[in-house]
């Protein structure tokens, strides 16, 4: 019970990494965009 426990929190703090990840690197994008056409 404690493995799945733990296998479970450690499938959403991944989600959560990526999410975070693939969010900054939208951000990054946009602003490396809007620099080039501005």
Do not use: C, G, H, P
Not at 11 to 25: E, G, P, T, Y
């Amino acid at each position: 019970a404690y493995d799945e426990i733990y296998q479970r929190v450690l499938k959403q703090n991944r989600a959560a990494m990526l999410n975070s990840i693939v969010d900054s690197l939208r951000e990054s994008s946009n602003v490396f965009i809007n620099s080039l056409y501005n």
